[in-house]
């Protein structure tokens, strides 16, 4: 079974770049057809699909984020990673990594707060 760990710094300041990587481990990010995607849940709020990259490198941003957001992966490592530029208090929320939404990782919190 394909396990997933998120990463990052659980505080980050507003204005600045949440970064965090998902790990994957007992299966390779070039799988065909795998799509790795990065979900966030706000305090109370619903899921919201963040963006994905796929088998192939190809990334795609939700059309909300995507000014704000670069996804990328590192082969090598067997990692993909999320970028997310100027946050606010809003981006506040548990963020997930899934792979085509069958395996996800736990889950990080990421505060955004001075």
């Known amino acids: 079974q394909v396990q997933l760990q998120e990463s990052g710094p659980g505080l980050v300041q507003p204005s600045q770049t949440l970064s965090l990587t998902c790990t994957v481990s007992?299966?390779?990010?070039?799988?065909?057809?795998?799509?790795w995607i990065w979900i966030r849940q706000p305090p109370g709020k619903a899921l919201q699909w963040i963006g994905y990259i796929t088998y192939s490198g190809r990334a795609y941003a939700n059309l909300s984020l995507k000014s704000r957001t670069s996804i990328s992966r590192d082969t090598s490592k067997n990692q993909f990673t999320l970028q997310l530029r100027s946050v606010t208090p809003e981006d506040t929320a548990m963020y997930y990594c899934t792979r085509n939404f069958g395996d996800w990782g736990q889950g990080t919190h990421v505060t955004v707060s001075s």
């Open positions: 007992n299966g390779s990010i070039t799988t065909n057809r795998a799509y």
